[in-house]
């Protein structure tokens, strides 16, 4: 099984329609991120969680929420979608740090299309 | 707020052709430095990266970054690339104290032709 787990692969949904992404982590890390990938623009940060009661925005974050279940699941919502949400959304882990130094472990992807 | 440039966005090589991707990033503290590779339809694995200590770092598959402190740099090299290292190329960094939030560039699309 992978260390970090996203469902759906791929979803196709309508304009105004509520959806959520789903990650899980058998890493038994305590950091957890959600990113966009859109084509040229790299990967940017959307929200994450350095444990389950402390949830944080990143610089996207608008129109979307997070909800952090356990240490080991994520979930990212769109609210009301909408066609320029249409992307690759990526989770990822990475361990507490002693020193920032720590990469990340990045789940699959799922990608999402808002028609 | 910290910011990475990758200036490269499609390079096309062909084998045993040397390899350079420049990335510059925007912060003056302590940082740590990071590659990660794409490869068509898969996720993010991480290629290399610099913490502290020697500023020239050895990945995997070949692959080696060196950390320029004056240059705010952290250029990807490769000296004899293969069909196989076609992907796409994001640098990352973070600051110490930052919480680990990583700042990826807007990445580089690599192909190698045969």
């Known amino acids: 099984d992978a260390d970090v787990t996203q469902t759906p692969r791929n979803r196709i949904t309508k304009t105004g329609k509520r959806i959520m992404l789903e990650c899980s982590q058998t890493?038994?890390?305590?950091?957890m991120y959600w990113y966009r990938q859109d084509p040229g623009l790299g990967l940017r940060l959307i929200y994450y969680s350095f444990d389950v009661k402390d949830i944080n925005k990143g610089e996207i974050s608008d129109g979307y929420s997070v909800s952090r279940q356990a240490q080991a699941k994520f979930s990212l919502s769109l609210e009301s979608a909408i066609p320029n949400q249409t992307a690759l959304y990526f989770c990822?882990?990475?361990?507490?740090?002693?020193?920032?130094?720590?990469?990340?472990?990045f789940g699959s992807g799922t990608r999402l299309t808002v028609v | 707020a910290q910011s990475v440039s990758q200036h490269n966005h499609h390079v096309i090589l062909s084998e045993a052709a040397s390899l350079e991707l420049g990335c510059n990033y925007s912060?003056?503290?302590?940082?740590?430095l990071f590659w990660y590779v794409q490869y068509p339809g898969q996720h993010l694995q991480l290629l290399l990266k610099?913490?502290?200590?020697?500023?020239l770092v050895k990945g995997i598959k070949g692959f080696e970054a060196e950390f320029i402190k004056s240059k705010f740099s952290f250029n990807l090299r490769k000296p004899s690339v293969q069909w196989s290292d076609t992907a796409e190329y994001f640098c990352a960094v973070n600051h110490r104290g930052g919480g680990n939030k990583l700042t990826f560039g807007t990445g580089t699309q690599l192909k190698v032709e045969l």
């Open positions: 990822a882990t990475s361990d507490s740090p002693t020193g920032d130094g720590y990469g990340y472990t």
């Open positions: 610099y913490f502290s200590g020697d500023p």
């Open positions: 890493k038994g890390h305590d950091r």
């Open positions: 912060y003056g503290g302590t940082v740590n």
